[in-house]
Structures are given as C-alpha cells and as structure tokens.
C-alpha cells in the first residue's frame, strides 16, 4: 500500500520560512493532484491548497495565498510546500493527501511559528 511521509516541519520565528516534502512510496500518484492540509492546536483540519498532476496549476487557501507556494517532482514521488513569511497562525500539523479523493494521508508534520 503507497504512503505518504511529511517531513520538513520545525520551530520557526515570524517571518521565517520552512519548506516542507510529502514523498510517496511509489509513483500511484504521479498523475494525481496533491492537496495540503493543516491541524492547528485545537482546531479542526483545513484545507491548504493543492497543486495538479503536471504542477502548471496551484490553488490556495486565502490566508496563505502569497506566501505558500506549492510544487511537485513526479520522478522523486514528492510535493513540496514553501512557506514564507510565516505567521504565528500557520502554527499546525501538515498534513499531504490524494485529491480530490482523500483516501491517503501521510502521518504529518508539525510547524510552530513563535512571536
């Protein structure tokens, strides 16, 4: 069964920047589009944006729009999600999926933004 691992996640001040990885085990995905997703603490999951097969299309959440930035290597079987001038309420777990169909996570990976 493929599986998705996040990774890139950390403590990060105002401001600052992170870039995080979603890799799949195999190429299942390859030809779908890939969606990000967030948990901050106490709250319920959102959704991010995501980006399409070949990477030409993104679409983004409005809080993050010019600020994130998604793209995809299909030969590696990763997403990546650029995260510049972070902000205190971008503090979540990351999460990467399959969409629109949602029916594989990755395990997630934890980003906190201090003031």
């Known amino acids: 069964q493929v599986q998705l691992v996040e990774s890139g996640g950390g403590l990060v001040q105002t401001g600052g920047s992170l870039k995080l990885s979603c890799a799949a085990s195999?190429?299942?995905?390859?030809?779908?589009?890939m969606a990000w997703f967030r948990q901050p603490p106490g709250k319920e999951r959102e959704f991010v944006g995501g980006?399409?097969?070949?990477?030409?299309?993104?679409f983004y959440q409005d809080s993050v729009k010019g600020r994130f930035t998604f793209s995809r290597d299909n030969a590696k079987n990763t997403v990546y999600l650029q995260m510049n001038s972070l902000k205190p309420e971008d503090t979540a777990v990351y999460y990467c999926t399959n969409y629109p169909s949602m029916d594989y996570w990755g395990r997630g990976t934890s980003v906190t933004v201090s003031s």
């Open positions: 980006i399409d097969w070949s990477g030409s299309k993104t």
């Open positions: 195999d190429s299942t995905f390859s030809s779908s589009a």
